[in-house]
């Protein structure tokens, strides 16, 4: 290495404080090693780091850091030393943890239910649930508060930069009933005025009783000096409402405007502090006097409420509770912050998302009184409560492919997180100055490394640089930037947003409706399903484009919340693609694989929360004893072992899973289950192409052969994210007959069903091999490490031709239907599913590397070929 540097990813904020991943080669960093990290003229950059991620032989394989920078690019370069200075001071003590930052001391007690003291105020999480019932036709709905107490608090990341301080515990009733869990993380940083906020809550009720009503983050503040020097700033759209609780634009007596004079409501909107020595009545001179003014309206209460993701309103009130909200102002999309000041201090809540995720509110109340509060509600009570049953009463597994004939719907253990910011001032910030800052959390600043250098490093294994040297390169590359470029657009175009929606995308197109299945069963939402996460983040490793990461990350976040269980007998596994996320009956492990976030974790420098949802797979195969993933198809009084797992992709993901933990950990317990199945699956008659169905003990985490029956077809071993960890850990594992077993697998996807019979001495049918296009990295792996040209031919024919058609005039083109129900031009592609595209898309990145000394020029030099599907 002689130097790495970064950039900020383009459309995002730039500089100020940033975490960040670094991938290294094997060997190339060690404990011993020393960096210094500078700014585009060479100048030392204060930074703060750990280790993330381990090779096996103990050396660094990612590292984060913390930065704080506004240069345009950074360098990393190794150093003799570095000295690191004094910054963030925390102490920790029996009863609570201080973090003094130089500009605020945060005070964390380890009980109670304030969970953050600082001079601006203090933190407190709120709840509420909501009870239905009926008395005849008379519906009753009671709204029951809650407030989060404290069970454990830790320091998780110290440094002299970011302090990230973990509370966890429940919302707790005045009665000691609890409802929803929660997760929270704040993060300080040295010299800034600005708190950063992770809150994760996991839904512990009964759905079909249970209904959310309220999930908020509440800051509570002294309040000084006179009203009319108090004041609320809201961010819209494209600027700032600014009002204060006492308006001085007055009928009598009149303070303003006169000429030569400056007018008080001026001078009061302009956020300067006014007198009431200054203010004189300028009908006839005399000074106004406080009975006057406390004559003058005082607004207490304010509401930013996004209703829906295209519409927000500003409401406000009095501080009467028996007096009517009215609508203050409106617009299209908040930037989701709001300001609160009295004469001393301001204190501002920012959420990220917080239109996308809508709805969501955030109120600020009592800011005529001694005491006010600021509440980011993630879930607003002045919105519908949320629902989480299920959508019919009865299962639909085999007209619109449900699972199994039970209806499955849980929502017990799935979570939801939201990032937010608490800003802390001192002075009246500027409207530009909020703005920014509001635009700040909507669109954090990134830095990453060029994808030549992820490529180099393989960080993320195998997967090709963009190359248009070719006739068909290009025709390649400009179909993987179409299929993009139209699954973007439809997360706009069909609006899939919305607190437990936004990040996840649509199974199937109907195209007669000219809408996604929305509404079949198992069509629905896609839920990882073939894995377009993976997908999408080798687009971006390999193009560095901020589009791609904004929907990766966002796919990540819901997925790694919303469709996996992160307690209870599910633990570790995931819904499969329903109408509702956690609708469907078959839980399984591959929707919550840990292979669907690691990018984001590790480009993030370790994000926390991301990591949560990978401890919480890595035990995963635990909860197939409660949910047997093939437990129609086997009796349980004949087993040996206690459950079982699919080769792929149960198995498959149970090492994606444990390759994720033993890299992070260097715990060689999960290397050892990896290495335990490994050597069950050399002694299948077919080695890896056996089964696909195996008993399965996760205790010792032994696989049992049990023949040739691969219920659902050999496919599903090979299209949810198998190959690409296992072409990972194939460069890990000192294992030249593993190497050779995924060869082999390759080599004996494509043959012919006569081939495949005569190979496997009758064993296999062959029909199982079917959508040969999801097969191609692994049949392009086999073609690399054999030198085989012909079967290098045949990925690029099935490819092809499973996209171009027989005919070549099939691809992403999109076309355009008039007047639909609310478009005008509505695009769309008649023919499209996720589940083709994601994995067509991801075969040709990884084929591309793999079988890139073999790649002909021309779409031309492809024959078409009967047996491609």
Not at 300 to 305: E, F
């Amino acid at each position: 290495m002689s130097s790495i540097k970064l950039h900020w990813l383009e459309n995002r904020s730039k500089g100020g404080y940033v975490t960040f991943g670094v991938p290294w080669k094997k060997g190339e960093v060690t404990k011993e090693t020393v960096f210094s990290v500078n700014d585009e003229n060479g100048n030392a950059i204060a930074y703060q780091e750990k280790p993330i991620a381990y090779y096996p032989d103990g050396s660094t394989k990612w590292t984060s850091y913390t930065i704080k920078t506004d240069s345009e690019t950074v360098e990393i370069n190794k150093a003799d030393k570095y000295d690191g200075f004094d910054g963030i001071k925390t102490n920790e003590t029996e009863n609570e943890i201080i973090v003094d930052n130089g500009k605020f001391k945060a005070v964390f007690p380890k009980q109670g239910s304030v969970l953050m003291k600082t001079p601006y105020g203090d933190v407190t999480l709120k709840a509420v649930k909501e009870l239905r019932s009926k008395d005849g036709d008379v519906e009753i709905r009671k709204s029951i508060p809650y407030i989060g107490k404290i069970n454990t608090v830790e320091i998780e990341d110290c440094g002299n930069l970011k302090t990230t301080v973990k509370v966890t515990g429940e919302h707790k009733n005045i009665d000691g009933s609890e409802f929803l869990r929660y997760i929270i993380r704040f993060s300080v940083f040295y010299d800034e005025n600005e708190i950063k906020i992770i809150h994760t809550f996991l839904y512990d009720g009964d759905e079909k009783t249970d209904f959310i009503k309220g999930v908020g983050v509440q800051l509570t503040r002294k309040m000084e000096g006179e009203l009319y020097n108090r004041r609320i700033k809201i961010t819209g759209d494209c600027g700032v409402m600014h009002e204060t609780m006492q308006l001085l634009n007055l009928w009598r007596p009149r303070l303003g405007p006169s000429i030569g004079i400056q007018p008080i409501y001026s001078k009061q909107l302009a956020g300067e502090k006014v007198s009431l020595s200054e203010m004189v009545d300028l009908r006839n001179g005399n000074a106004v006097t406080k009975e006057e003014i406390d004559n003058v309206t005082k607004w207490d209460s304010y509401r930013l409420q996004q209703v829906t993701a295209d519409s927000f309103e500003v409401k406000k009130r009095t501080g009467h509770e028996e007096c009517t909200f009215i609508k203050a102002n409106w617009g299209k999309r908040s930037k989701g912050l709001m300001y609160i000041a009295d004469e001393t201090k301001g204190t501002a809540f920012c959420m990220h998302n917080f239109w996308e995720k809508y709805p969501t509110s955030i109120y600020a109340d009592g800011l005529c009184t001694d005491n006010a509060s600021l509440t980011a509600w993630i879930v607003p009570p002045d919105a519908e409560a949320q629902d989480m049953r299920h959508y019919d009463t009865v299962a639909h597994d085999q007209t619109y492919y449900e699972g199994f004939p039970e209806i499955g719907s849980s929502a017990y253990g799935i979570a939801n997180t939201n990032e937010m910011s608490l800003f802390l001032y001192d002075t009246v910030p500027s409207d530009d100055e909020l703005m920014k800052q509001a635009e700040t959390v909507q669109k954090p600043s990134v830095l990453v490394a060029a994808p030549e250098y992820y490529h180099e490093v393989k960080a993320m294994g195998e997967w090709s640089l963009p190359s248009k040297d070719t006739p068909l390169k290009k025709w390649l590359e400009e179909e993987l930037d179409k299929a993009f470029a139209f699954y973007e657009n439809e997360v706009e175009q069909r609006h899939w947003y919305g607190l437990w929606d936004y990040g996840d995308i649509m199974h199937t197109y109907d195209a007669q409706r000219h809408c996604w299945r929305y509404d079949m069963g198992g069509y629905a939402w896609q839920n990882t399903e073939l894995i377009p996460t993976l997908w999408l983040w080798l687009a971006f490793m390999r193009s560095g484009r901020e589009d791609i990461f904004t929907m990766a990350e966002a796919m990540s976040r819901h997925s790694a919340d919303v469709d996996i269980y992160h307690f209870g007998d599910l633990k570790g596994l995931g819904s499969r693609h329903n109408v509702v996320h956690w609708g469907d009956s078959c839980k399984e492990p591959r929707i919550a694989m840990a292979g669907h976030h690691r990018a984001l974790y590790y480009l993030m420098g370790g994000d926390p929360r991301i990591g949560d949802a990978m401890d919480d797979v890595k035990d995963a195969d635990y909860a197939t004893l409660n949910m047997d993933p093939l437990r129609y198809f086997y009796k349980k009084e004949e087993m040996k072992l206690p459950t079982h797992a699919r080769s792929g992709p149960d198995w498959s993901t149970y090492c994606s899973n444990w390759y994720t933990a033993w890299e992070r950990d260097n715990d060689n317990h999960y290397r050892d289950k990896i290495v335990t199945g490994i050597n069950d699956l050399k002694k299948s008659p077919m080695r890896m192409i056996s089964g696909s169905n195996y008993e399965y003990d996760p205790e010792t985490g032994h696989l049992g052969y049990i023949g040739e029956s691969a219920a659902g077809g050999a496919h599903l071993a090979v299209c949810m994210g198998g190959p690409e960890t296992w072409f990972e850990l194939a460069e890990l594992l000192d294992d030249e007959v593993f190497k050779d077993m995924l060869v082999q697998y390759g080599e004996f996807y494509f043959l012919p069903v006569e081939e495949k019979k005569k190979i496997s001495n009758g064993l296999l049918t062959g029909n199982g091999f079917v959508y040969p296009y999801m097969a191609s990295a692994l049949c392009g792996y086999a073609a690399r490490e054999t030198d085989n040209a012909e079967l290098a031919y045949q990925v690029w024919q099935v490819l092809i031709h499973s996209l171009a058609g027989k005919d070549k005039k099939d691809n992403f083109d999109i076309g355009i239907y008039k007047n639909y129900f609310n478009n005008e031009n509505l695009e769309e592609m008649f023919w499209i599913s996720t589940n083709f595209t994601s994995q067509w898309c991801l075969n040709v990145i990884v084929a591309l590397e793999l079988t890139k000394d073999y790649i002909k020029d021309s779409i031309n030099d492809y024959e078409w070929a009967d047996w491609v599907k």
